[in-house]
């Protein structure tokens, strides 16, 4: 039986909009059987774009995160916990995990850390008593600073 492109195409391409697994399956065997005109090509060009853009929002969430302990940390000093301490290591250490999986997103950082700031400013209003008016209307840690592991603003830890 021969199969007509246009209707494999059209296929395919539903496929993507009414089973997302199975179209990523077919799309990984049509690729390893080197079945170049069965791919659905603006799907997957779409999906692959969408991966680099995970990337880059997994990068801001960890740097939300760390922002926010650390606005914690400065602002609430009689608050300070191991848990805090806990955090912070663990989201710098996911941030350059990251960045060393994926070093083409180190000149993303600039920007990623001001968009993460607000959402860092959000998490530290949110956990403590604290208003949005307490903390600086932009970040006050200098990239080297929120990346260094023995950077805790104010007091340092013991």
Known sequence: MTHNLSDIESKTS????????????????????????????ANLVEEIESLGNQERQELRNCLGVLLGHLLKWE????????????????????????????????????????????????????????????????CPYSLAQVLDSQFFPGEQIE
């Open 14 to 41: 539903q496929l993507y909009e009414t089973d997302f697994y199975a179209w990523t399956q077919a799309q990984a065997k049509f690729l390893r059987d080197r079945k170049w005109d069965f791919l659905d090509i």
């Open 75 to 138: 602002f609430q000093p009689s608050h300070r916990s191991k848990s805090w301490v806990a955090t912070i290591r663990e989201q710098r250490r996911r941030i350059l995990e990251k960045l060393e999986d994926n070093p083409s997103l180190k000149p993303f950082l600039p920007e990623a850390i001001e968009k993460a700031y607000r959402d860092g400013v959000d998490l530290a209003v949110r956990e403590t008593p604290l208003d949005y008016e307490d903390f600086p209307a932009e």
